[in-house]
C-alpha cells in the first residue's frame, strides 16, 4: 500500500464528518426515517426521498466541473469506473441484498457508523453484521 501524505487523510477525515454531520441533521442516522421511506402503504415519510434528492443535485452540479479538472486535487489521476455494460447480475444481486438488509434494519453503512455517537443496541449488532458481511464479500470476490 503507496504511503499517503497526511493531508490525504485529513481530507478523507473532512469529507466523512461533513457526510455524517449531513446525515445526523438529516435525522437519517435513525432507522425509524428510512422505515417510514420504505412504508409506501402506511404512513410514508418522503424526507428521505428530499435528502437523496439534494445529494444527487449537488453531483449533478459539481461532477462536470471536477472531472474537467486534469488531476485531484490530492490524487495524480482520477479513478473512474471502467465497465461499460450498462446491466451487471453482481451489482443486480448486491444492489439487492442492500436493499433487503436496509429495508429490515433501517441501516446501511454509512448511518450506522455516524450513529457511533449516540450508539444505541441495534447499531452495536448491526456493525458486527456489517464486519462479517464485508469479510464474506471479500471471500467471494477472490473466488
Known amino acids: 500500500m503507496p504511503v499517503r501524505p497526511i493531508r490525504s487523510y485529513l481530507a478523507a477525515l473532512g469529507a466523512g464528518l461533513v457526510f455524517g454531520l449531513g446525515l445526523a441533521l438529516s435525522q437519517m442516522t435513525d432507522p425509524r426515517k428510512v422505515l417510514g421511506f420504505l412504508d409506501v402503504a402506511g404512513a410514508w415519510d418522503p424526507s428521505l ?84 458481511g464485508s469479510a464474506i464479500a471479500r471471500v467471494i470476490n477472490r473466488r
Open 49 to 132: 426521498a428530499f435528502v437523496m434528492g439534494g445529494a444527487v443535485g449537488v453531483g449533478l452540479v459539481a461532477f462536470p466541473f471536477i472531472l474537467r479538472q486534469p488531476h485531484p486535487v490530492l490524487a495524480n489521476r482520477f479513478h473512474l469506473p471502467t465497465n461499460t455494460r450498462w446491466f451487471e447480475p453482481r451489482v443486480l444481486l448486491g444492489a439487492a441484498l442492500f436493499g433487503v438488509g436496509w429495508g429490515i434494519s433501517g441501516y446501511c453503512p454509512g448511518p450506522a457508523l455516524a450513529q457511533l455517537a449516540a450508539p444505541n443496541s441495534e447499531t452495536w449488532l448491526f456493525l458486527p453484521a456489517l464486519i462479517v
